[in-house]
C-alpha cells in the first residue's frame, strides 16, 4: 500500500511539473519573481445628454423688411396676454373689450339670404365656381348706389373684396416699396406694418416711430385732426374717419383742406370709412362728398362693423376713373391687374349676404345693431367721465378713447387686466401719439359691458 501511495505521487509529480513546463522547451518563472509594471489606464464612464441636432437651414435671407416690424401684430400680442392671464386665473370672467371683434348675432335677414345661396350651391342650377375677381355686378352696383348714389361713382369703379385689411395691403403692392407715406398718429397699425413689409420705411425709433413715416399728430389739443400745415409731402396719406382708435370724425372744411394738400403736392389718399355708418354729426361719410376728390383718392370700407361680417369677410374699395398717376395710366387698371393675380374674388355666400345688407330690411337691421353699440360706447363714456378722466371719441365711432397722462399704455393695460379682469387696448400699440391712453371697444354683449364698467367703478374709485 505504501509504495502505491509512492508511485501514484511521483506520477502526479511528474505529470503536474510535466504540465506546468517542466519541460526542455518551457521555462517555468522563479516562484517570488515580480511581474513586469504595465502601464494601466483608466477610463471614466460618464452620462452625457444626447446632443442637441442642428436644425437644417436652407441658403435663403430673411426678408429685412419683416426684421424691421416691432415685436407682433398688437392685436394677436393682445390676444396671447389675455391667454395667458385666463391660464393665471382659470376662475376668472375675464371681459374682452379691447380686440374690435363684433359680438351680436348677424340679422336674420342677412344670413338667410346666405343660406339660401349655399343651398343654391348642391343644385346644378344654382351652383357656380369661380366668379368675378372684381366681385358680383349686381353687389357692386347695389354699393355704388347704396353709399355714392349723388358722388359720381359707378358700378365698375368698385372692387368688391374679403374686407378693408386685405385691401390695405393690396393697395400697398399697387404703390409698391418706392413711395413715402403719411399716417395719422395714432391709427389702425396695419397701415404702418404693411408699409414696413413693402419696404417703404427706414428702421424704427422708440417713441419716434419708422423712418420716412410721416406722423401726423392728432391730439386731444388739435381735435384729432393734423396741423396740416406741418405735414411734409409724401406720395400717400392714409386717413381713416370716424378714426380707430380715437373715435373722432373729420369735418367737411377738414376734409376739404386735406383733398387741397394731396391736389397741391400730387399725392394719393387712402381713406379708410369702415365706420362711416356710426357716424352721429353731420360730418361726411365719404371721401367723394369733397369736391376734387375723385381725382386724389382711394376708399376701402367693409361690412364688418356694421353687420357683424368680422368672420364672414366682406368689403370694398372704390378707385375712380379720374385718379391717374404722374404718366396719365389709370390707378384702377394696375389695381384690377393685381386683384386679378392675387385673388379670386369673395365668396359667393359672403356676397349673397352683403347684397341683403343693402336690401331696405337689411339696411334697417344693420342700423338696430349699430345702434345697440352705440349704446354701449355710452354706457362706457359716462362710466369714465364720471370716475373724472379725460374721455375721447364715443360719438361717431365705436371706440372710447380714454387719457392716463404721464402712464404707460402698456402698464395701464396690464393693471385693468390684472385687478379687474377686463381687456382692454394700449393706445401706443397705435403709434407714438397713442401713449398715455387705452382704448375700450363697444363691441360686447350688454351684460359684460355693464358688468366691465362695474369694475372699472371699483378699480378707480
Known amino acids: 500500500m505504501s509504495s502505491l501511495m509512492n508511485h501514484l505521487s511521483t506520477s502526479i509529480s511528474s505529470s503536474s511539473s510535466s504540465f506546468l513546463g517542466q519541460d526542455p522547451h518551457f521555462k517555468i518563472r522563479p516562484q517570488n519573481s515580480l511581474l513586469p509594471v504595465k ?18 437651414k436652407t441658403k435663403i435671407y430673411r426678408n429685412a423688411n419683416m426684421a424691421k416690424l416691432q415685436a407682433g401684430y398688437l392685436f394677436p400680442e393682445i390676444a396671447r396676454r389675455k391667454a395667458a392671464h385666463m391660464l393665471k386665473y382659470p376662475d376668472a370672467q375675464v ?25 343654391a350651391l348642391s343644385t346644378v342650377d344654382g351652383y357656380s365656381g369661380y366668379g368675378a375677381e372684381q366681385g358680383e355686378k349686381t353687389l357692386r352696383a347695389t354699393i355704388a348706389s347704396t353709399f355714392y348714389g349723388d358722388l359720381g361713382i359707378e358700378e365698375d369703379d368698385i372692387f368688391v373684396s374679403d374686407g378693408a385689411k386685405s385691401d390695405i395691403s393690396r393697395l400697398q403692392v399697387l404703390f409698391g416699396s418706392d413711395v413715402s407715406m403719411a399716417v395719422q398718429d395714432p391709427s389702425y397699425p396695419a397701415y404702418v406694418d404693411s408699409s414696413v413689409i ?48 380715437t373715435g373722432s370724425a373729420a369735418t367737411r372744411d377738414q376734409l376739404t383742406r386735406l383733398v387741397q394738400l394731396a391736389k397741391d403736392n400730387g399725392s394719393i389718399i387712402v381713406y379708410d370709412s369702415a365706420y362711416a355708418m356710426y357716424m352721429s354729426d353731420d360730418n361726411p361719410r365719404s371721401i367723394f362728398e369733397i369736391p376734387g376728390a375723385k381725382e386724389v383718392a382711394i376708399e376701402t370700407s367693409s361690412f364688418s362693423k356694421y353687420a357683424g361680417f368680422t368672420g364672414v369677410r366682406l368689403g370694398w374699395t372704390v378707385i375712380p376713373k379720374e385718379l391717374l398717376f404722374s404718366d396719365g395710366f389709370p390707378v384702377a387698371k394696375d389695381f384690377n391687374r393685381i386683384v386679378c393675380t392675387c385673388f379670386n374674388g369673395a365668396s359667393n355666400i359672403a356676397q349673397a349676404g352683403g347684397l341683403a345688407c343693402l336690401s331696405p330690411e337689411g339696411l334697417k337691421a344693420m342700423q338696430e345693431v349699430i345702434g345697440f353699440y352705440k349704446e354701449n360706447t355710452n354706457i362706457i363714456v359716462e362710466t369714465f367721465n364720471s370716475l373724472g378722466f379725460n374721455v375721447y371719441g364715443g360719438t361717431n365711432a365705436p371706440y372710447v378713447w380714454v387719457h392716463f397722462p404721464g402712464q404707460s399704455s402698456w402698464d395701464v393695460f396690464g393693471e385693468i387686466l390684472e385687478k379687474t379682469h377686463v381687456v382692454t387696448t394700449p393706445g401706443s400699440g397705435f403709434g407714438p401719439g397713442g401713449e398715455g391712453f387705452i382704448r375700450v371697444s363697444a363691441f360686447g354683449h350688454r ?9 372699472f367703478k371699483e378699480l378707480y374709485k
Open 95 to 119: 371681459i374682452s373689450l379691447g380686440i374690435g371683434d363684433t359680438t351680436e348675432p348677424i340679422p336674420e335677414v342677412i344670413t338667410s339670404a346666405m343660406e339660401k345661396r349655399s343651398h
Open 39 to 56: 502601464n494601466i489606464r483608466i477610463c471614466k464612464c460618464v452620462a452625457t445628454y444626447p446632443t442637441e441636432k442642428t436644425a437644417y
Open 447 to 455: 351684460a359684460n359691458v355693464l358688468e366691465a364698467c362695474r369694475r
Open 198 to 245: 413693402m419696404g417703404q420705411t427706414g428702421l424704427y425709433q422708440k417713441d419716434v416711430g419708422y423712418g420716412n413715416i410721416e406722423y401726423m399728430k392728432c391730439t386731444p389739443e388739435n381735435g384729432f385732426f393734423p396741423d396740416l400745415s406741418t405735414v411734409y409731402r409724401t406720395d400717400v396719406i392714409f386717413f381713416c374717419s370716424p378714426n380707430n382708435p
